[in-house]
C-alpha cells in the first residue's frame, strides 16, 4: 500500500513538473509572439526594439503558475479528504466501511476471505479492534434509515402549510 501511495505521489510531482515547465515555455511563446505582433503593427522607420519579456509578461507569468499550483494542491487536498484516492482490484480485501472519528482517526470495517475485521487507523497505527465471528450483512446496512431530523423536519414543514 505504501508503495502504491509512494509511486501516486512520484507521479503527481513529476506531472506538476511537467506542467509547470510546459506553462513556461507557452508563457515565453507568447511573449516573443506578442513582441513580434506589435512590432509588425508599426511602420518600419518607427520600429523600436522591445525586450521580448517584460515585467508585465513576468507577472503574468508568475502570477499564472501560482494560480496552476493552488488548483494542483487544492486537488491533492480534495482527494486526500474526500477520499477520491483510492485502490481498487480484485483482491481477497475490501473496506466495506468506514468512519471518521477525528482529525486523523478512522475506524473501519474490512473484509479479508470470509472474515471481517474492525480496525482503529491512526498515523503511524493500525490496531485491531474487534474479529467479528458473524460477518455483518452490508445489504441489509444500506437501506435508507429514518432519521430523527428529517422526521423533525417534515413535522415543521407541515405545520407552516
Not at 503593427?41 to 526594439?49: A, I, L, N, R
Not at 491533492?76 to 474526500?82: G, L, N, S, V
Not at 475485521?117 to 491512526?122: D, E, P, Q, S
Not at 465471528?133 to 422526521?151: K, L, T, Y
Request: charged share 15%.
Amino acid at each position: 500500500m505504501l508503495i502504491k501511495i509512494h509511486k501516486l505521489i512520484t507521479q503527481l510531482f513529476h506531472s506538476i513538473k511537467f506542467v509547470i515547465f510546459s506553462a513556461v515555455l507557452l508563457m515565453l511563446k507568447m511573449a516573443s509572439a506578442h513582441a513580434v505582433i506589435s512590432a509588425s503593427d508599426k511602420p518600419e522607420s518607427v520600429v523600436t526594439k522591445t525586450p521580448a519579456v517584460t515585467g508585465e509578461n513576468i507577472m503574468g507569468m508568475v502570477l499564472s503558475l501560482v494560480l496552476v499550483l493552488v488548483i494542483i494542491l487544492f486537488l491533492a487536498w480534495a482527494a486526500k479528504r474526500f477520499g477520491g484516492v483510492g485502490f481498487k482490484g480484485n483482491s481477497a480485501m475490501k473496506v466495506l466501511a468506514g468512519i471518521s472519528m477525528g482529525a486523523r482517526e478512522r475506524i473501519v470495517l474490512i473484509q479479508v476471505g470470509e472474515q471481517q475485521l474492525l480496525l482503529g487507523v491512526a498515523p503511524g497505527r493500525i490496531q485491531t479492534l474487534h474479529v467479528l465471528d458473524e460477518p455483518v450483512d452490508m445489504d441489509s446496512c444500506n437501506e435508507p434509515v429514518a432519521s430523527v431530523f428529517a422526521d423533525r423536519l417534515k413535522t415543521i414543514l407541515n405545520k407552516s402549510k
